[in-house]
């Protein structure tokens, strides 16, 4: 943790121009100074996912991306977001089957058609 501090002292972190849910705080973040300490806890500190998903939900998102490392915070998130039907899980992770890029481009492409 004191490392990632270290690390994050010397460097600007201006609020975010997105919408950030924090996985430690489980809640939405617009200050700069917060999003330094959240991101040196979460470096070894529990997190709160399923409470992020859900005010991530709360905040307007429907698709959720795992971008590596398989599914299994996809279904973290299906878990917490089983009651609704118009949440979209997708993965750009080739897993076992490397496919010179094509899973991952088709992984573009459906984030393409949900807008």
């Known amino acids: 943790e004191e490392g990632v501090r270290a690390v994050l002292a010397g460097r600007r972190i201006g ?18 100074g917060a999003l330094r300490e959240l991101w040196a806890r979460h470096a070894s500190g529990p997190v709160r996912f399923g409470d992020a998903v859900r005010t991530a939900y709360e905040q307007g998102a429907r698709v959720f991306l795992q971008v590596n490392g398989g599914a299994s915070l996809l279904t973290a998130v299906r878990r917490n977001l089983y009651h609704h ?30 807008g």
């Open 85 to 114: 039907d118009d949440v979209h899980l997708l993965t750009a992770d080739a897993g076992a089957e490397r496919d010179a890029g094509r899973g991952f481009v088709r992984t573009l492409a459906r984030l393409a058609v949900l």
């Open 15 to 32: 609020s975010p121009v997105v919408p950030f849910v924090s996985s430690v705080s489980g809640q939405l973040c617009t200050d700069p």
